[in-house]
Each structure stands twice: as structure tokens, then as C-alpha cells.
């Protein structure tokens, strides 16, 4: 048997066996079959060698090991931050787009906990700009009614978005989750 075919056995009999174990370590299939290929590539580049010196099998996982923590390093000194265009492009630091989404988030899921009076009276008067009468006739309410619906709104919004940044709300007995 040439050293190719022993190769492609090798592979063949303990491929996914490396597959699997690349994927406990990665958590992610794609990153764990570049990984497996990379190990592979060397292998293959020192079958003779490791066949004659030692365990193919121990080599190809060292090498999966090795490989996996290397993306791990690298990850800690260069993160991937999503939405951002890489470094050294001039929009790098002009715009995150990330707390943008997380204080729309964070918002939506505050308006959402509002009675739904005091919901349609935020969204009519705030996002769909309307003017208190014009809000007040949408909803055959008294203008009176769109103010204190209004002021109401907005105080249990900022609370919501306060406790909701600190994580929790402070009462007579000691700190408590939000939303509880």
C-alpha cells in the first residue's frame, strides 16, 4: 500500500471520528471541518514521518487541539465585532450599529410591558408624530387624557430603561430584578 492510500484510509476510518471531536471543541460544525482540513493538510504533508515515528491518530488530534486553541488566542486579540467595518477603515469609529440595536431592543421590550393605552398614546404621539388633538381624535379620547397618558407612559419608559441598564431596581428590601 502507497503512502496515499494509507492516507485515505486513515482518513476514511477515523475522519469523522476527528470531525467529532473538532466540533466539542468548536461548537460550531463549519469552524470545526476547517479545522479538521487544516490538521489533514499537515498530516498529510508528514504522513512518512509520523507514520514511522509514532500514532497518526494522536498526531491528527494534537494537531486539532493546537488548531483550536490557536482560533481561541486570536479571537481574544482581534475580536470580531459584528456589524463594524474591519480596522483601519475611516466609518470604523463613526458608527455602531450594535447599541443602536441594543437600545431598540431595549426600548421595545419596555414598550411592550405598557398598558395598552399608554403604548398606542407613546407610539401615536412619539413615533407616528401626531399632535395630542390629533392623537386624542385617533383615539376618541380627551386631550387631558393623551397628556397624562403621556406623562404616565414616559415615566414607567424611563424607569423600565434605568432598571433595565442596571439590572435591577432597588427597593426597601435590598436590590430586586427588574420586572418583578
Do not use: C
Not at 498526531?59 to 486539532?64: H, L
Not at 447599541?99 to 407610539?123: G, N, Q
Not at 381624535?137 to 406623562?151: E, F, N, P, Y
Amino acid at each position: 500500500m502507497n503512502t496515499d492510500e494509507e492516507f485515505t484510509r486513515f482518513v476514511e476510518e477515523r475522519g469523522l471520528e476527528l470531525l467529532r471531536l473538532a466540533v466539542a471543541l468548536t461548537g460550531d460544525r463549519h469552524q470545526a471541518e476547517d479545522v479538521v482540513q487544516g490538521a489533514l493538510e499537515r498530516l498529510y504533508g508528514r504522513w512518512g514521518k509520523v507514520t514511522r515515528r509514532g500514532d497518526p491518530l494522536w498526531y491528527a488530534r494534537r494537531s486539532i487541539v493546537n488548531a483550536v486553541r490557536d482560533r481561541w488566542r486570536g479571537e481574544r486579540r482581534h475580536p470580531e465585532v459584528l456589524g463594524l467595518p474591519p480596522e483601519g477603515h475611516p466609518e470604523r469609529d463613526a458608527y455602531a450599529p450594535i447599541d443602536e440595536m441594543l437600545t431598540r431592543d431595549a426600548v421595545r421590550r419596555a414598550l411592550d410591558e405598557l398598558p395598552p393605552r399608554r403604548r398606542m398614546v407613546i407610539a401615536l404621539r412619539y413615533w407616528g408624530g401626531y399632535t395630542e388633538a390629533e392623537t386624542a381624535r385617533l383615539m376618541d379620547i380627551t386631550v387631558g387624557t393623551v397628556k397624562s397618558q403621556a406623562h404616565h407612559a414616559l415615566r414607567e419608559l424611563r424607569e423600565r430603561l434605568e432598571r433595565a441598564e442596571n439590572g435591577g431596581v432597588r427597593d426597601g428590601a435590598g436590590l430586586r430584578p427588574a420586572g418583578r
